[in-house]
């Protein structure tokens, strides 16, 4: 599965952003999908995913309210929605999926087998 992950760029605070991330290879259906960050010197960090099974929904709880996760299998696509843009937002946004994930690691980076390469999201004040 290739992951390319797109929509990034500057905002204000405050505003909205929308990134996508669109899978080819493989059917996407059957994958557990997120979405990790990492800010400048910091460590990757979990902000969303969306459960293969079921389509149950997991944030960052300090993101929850804010961020939105969803995907359309038809065009094998992921989303993630950002609204209320802070610039503690700003970092590197990466797209990943895994097929054999268990709901204790959704928010493991570790347990996600593909990637995406990453887009930029910067958000001034």
């Known amino acids: 599965v290739q992951l390319q992950a797109s929509g990034g760029g500057s905002a204000q605070a405050g505003d909205s952003l929308g990134l996508s991330c669109t899978a080819s290879g493989r059917t996407f259906s059957g994958y557990t999908v997120g979405w990790f960050r990492q800010a400048a010197g910091e460590e990757r960090e979990f902000v969303a995913a969306?459960?293969?099974?079921?389509?149950?929904?997991y944030y960052a709880n300090s993101l929850r309210g804010r961020f939105t996760i969803s995907r359309d299998n038809a065009k094998n696509t992921v989303y993630l929605q950002m609204n209320n843009l802070k610039p503690e937002d700003t970092a590197v946004y990466y797209c990943?999926?895994?097929?054999?994930?268990?709901?204790?690691?959704?928010?493991?980076?570790?347990?996600?087998?593909?990637w995406g390469q990453g887009t930029q999201v910067t958000v001034s004040s």
């Open positions: 969306m459960f293969r099974n079921s389509g149950s929904t």
């Open positions: 990943a999926a895994g097929g054999r994930i268990i709901l204790s690691s959704i928010r493991n980076s570790r347990a996600y087998d593909y």
